[in-house]
């Protein structure tokens, strides 16, 4: 408790707080969307948006206190995604029933071991390109809602061109600050909006049916690894964070599967809204940005213990504020993770694919664009590199120099 009241700063607590609104601001709509769906009645999806609130916090918490790293957990967007077409056509008791084996298989997974030699052998360059990939559309949509909002995304630029200058570590939350105060001054801020309430779990008994487990359970173990973990991970190892991955699957497994007879569909870790917590601007010092982590859960217990006003929250604040803040929150992340892809020349070529097809958002087969651009960028490597490796100098031409390794 000393030392976490000795690095407690304000630009942590700041950008845990925004990683929370970010979180909010997309994924909780595709729940909603994926409620509607279903036709599920208003206390399911208020006990759906208490479970994955209050799993979020609790392990984001217990996590980033025990490896002093910042670790966001979040619940499955591309599985909230995927209940969207699955929910008219099962019952949610069966979708628990689903949720249940989908979280032994991911812990199973987690106690394994697994994953983490798996994510050892992906190149740096490769993880990186993925990550960047994914951010991609975030910086993209700052630029895109000028076109809604200029004067208010506009100024919300300003803003934090001044304060990277002046004040770096506070300037996503001048931002913030900037962009609340004009939104509300110009009367974009949907008061009638805000209501308050509680948001209370609701037992949900499990069905189990081999059709729904194949349908649900699997797909949902894919995208989260795949979609989730996988670039959750990169997003630590890019900013030089070694914790393992065993142990943070196998936590967030352990939650989801205590939930889910409550309407949690799956926790894992976050990436994007993790990328705002990683960087600089939650402090210059990385031993002390664990502090966002500690942030970010106790706003995620806060905002789901208060379910319903919390969504109304973040209804009555514009879209366009919401995609300007998390541009701009990312826009370090986005730049570091491409400074990475592109430092090694060995892996540019791959690592360039590996980002084309991230951003690209395309789906295969089910699957997510993060997972196809890591499998295109892995490929790509494997069949570059010996390739470049094994070519022989034309006869009467010196032996290349040996190239400068990137610095560190």
């Known amino acids: 408790m000393n030392r976490l009241l000795r690095d407690i700063s304000l630009s942590a607590v700041i950008a845990g707080f925004i ?10 709509v595709i729940i909603f969307q994926a409620a509607e769906a279903g036709g599920l009645p208003r206390e399911v999806v208020s006990s759906w948006v208490w479970t994955v609130s209050i799993g979020s916090g609790v392990l984001g918490i217990v996590l980033s206190l025990r490896y002093k790293v910042p670790i966001i957990i979040a619940w499955s967007a591309p599985g909230s995604a995927l209940l969207v077409t699955m929910l008219p056509d099962i019952s949610m008791n069966q979708a628990v029933g689903a949720y249940l084996v989908s979280s032994v298989i991911i812990l199973l997974v987690g106690l394994s071991g697994a994953f983490d030699k798996i994510i050892r052998r992906v190149p740096a360059a490769i993880s990186a390109a993925m990550l960047a990939g994914i951010l991609f559309r975030f910086g993209t949509g700052l630029f895109v809602s000028v076109k809604e909002q200029p004067w208010l995304v506009l100024a919300m630029l300003g803003t934090y061109l001044l304060f990277k200058r002046v004040m770096p570590r506070y300037a996503v939350m001048a931002v913030l600050i900037v962009g609340v105060a004009i939104a509300a001054g110009s009367g974009e801020l949907r008061s009638e909006a805000l209501v308050i309430g509680l948001a209370t779990p609701v037992w949900i008994t499990p069905e189990f049916s081999w059709q729904v487990i194949l349908g649900v359970a699997f797909p949902l173990v894919m995208v989260s690894l795949t979609g989730q973990f996988v670039p959750g991970m990169a997003v630590l190892r890019n900013d030089g964070y070694q914790t393992p991955a065993s142990p943070l699957i196998s936590s967030s497994a352990l939650g989801s599967l205590l939930l889910a007879p409550f309407g949690c569909h799956g926790l894992n870790l976050a990436a994007i809204t993790a990328a705002i917590c990683t960087g600089k601007e939650s402090h210059e010092d990385p031993d002390k940005r664990y502090v966002a982590g500690i942030s970010g859960g106790l706003f995620y217990l806060l905002l789901g213990i208060f379910g319903a006003t919390l969504v109304s929250i973040f209804t009555a604040f514009p879209a366009a504020l919401i995609a300007a803040l998390a541009g701009l929150a990312l826009l370090a992340a986005i730049g570091g993770a491409l400074s990475t892809a592109m430092s090694v020349p060995e892996d540019r070529e791959a690592a360039l694919i590996t980002f084309l097809v991230t951003a690209s ?9 993060a997972f196809w651009g890591l499998i295109f960028g892995i490929a790509a490597h494997v069949l570059l590199t010996p390739r470049r490796s094994k070519t022989p100098s034309p006869v009467g031409t010196p032996a290349p120099l040996e190239k400068e390794q990137p610095a560190r």
């Not at 990683?19 to 909780?28: D, K």
């Not at 958002?361 to 664009?369: F, I, K, V």
């Open 19 to 28: 990683a929370t609104v970010i979180s909010y601001a997309g994924p909780l």
């Open 361 to 369: 958002g395309m789906s295969l087969l089910g699957l997510s664009a």
